[in-house]
């Protein structure tokens, strides 16, 4: 193995050693696995809900994001959202969508590969999933804002709303309709395997960190 190619992978751990600490080297092994595991299944599920409340509509209104496609009340809400000049729900977003699944994909399989890295490298390629929730809030809010602040002049109840922002998160109000908005069980499985990175991370540096400090000494 060349040399540049040690320092990104980092100390091999023998077998005796292995056998002493088990427990050391296992840990973040199967935590990174776990972080993995959320992700992918996380890929079946909503991740984020929004619930729409008007006059006309006591009980509200929900349409559930996925990674992939909107689901739920999307006619009704497209519906109301069209008097006032916003545009339907399943036009945001359509690149993020097209690549949503095999980046997610992708994401977990940078978290598997990371178990076989034991250097300061392994926070390069658990840093995408590390961030994933955190973007994707973002990116959502950013739609968000853009159909709020993009409303079609000619239409019927355009005079009587002002462009707004609706809140990614929590309780909006726009004219008569109130929105509340909340991450959905997709959303927290991202964001239990982040944390699952996070602690990963601290015990792979607990176990690895010796192993290299060793070798630099002996070097």
């Known amino acids: ?17 292995f056998q002493r600490n088990r427990t050391r080297y296992l840990l973040p092994t199967i935590l990174f696995a776990l972080a993995g595991l959320l992700l992918i299944i996380s890929i079946f599920l909503p991740y984020w809900q929004l619930t729409l409340h008007a006059p006309q509509y006591p009980q509200g209104l929900t349409v559930q994001a996925y ?18 000049g916003m545009r339907p729900l399943d036009e945001a977003a359509p690149f993020e969508r097209s690549i949503s699944i095999i980046g997610v994909i992708s994401l977990s399989l940078l978290i598997l590969a990371s178990i076989f890295i034991h250097s300061k490298w392994v926070t390069l390629l658990t840093l995408p999933a590390l961030l994933f929730p955190v973007i994707f809030l973002v990116d959502l809010q950013w739609w ?3 159909f709020g602040q993009n409303l079609d002049p000619a239409a019927p109840l355009s005079s009587s709303v002002d462009p707004f922002v609706p809140p990614v998160l929590f309780e909006g109000k726009i004219a008569q309709f109130r929105t509340v908005a909340m991450p959905s069980i997709g959303l927290w499985l991202a964001i239990a395997a982040s944390l699952l990175i996070l602690v990963g991370l601290y015990f792979h540096r607990r ?8 070798a630099e000494a002996k070097a």
Do not use: C, F, T, W
């Open 67 to 84: 990674l992939n496609r909107v689901d739920g009340d999307v006619g009704e809400i497209d519906g109301l959202n069209h008097y006032i």
């Open 207 to 214: 176990a690895y960190k010796p192993l290299h400090d060793a």
């Open 1 to 17: 193995m060349s040399n540049n190619m040690e320092q990104i992978v980092g100390p091999r751990v023998s077998g005796e050693e």
């Open 144 to 146: 968000l804002a853009n």
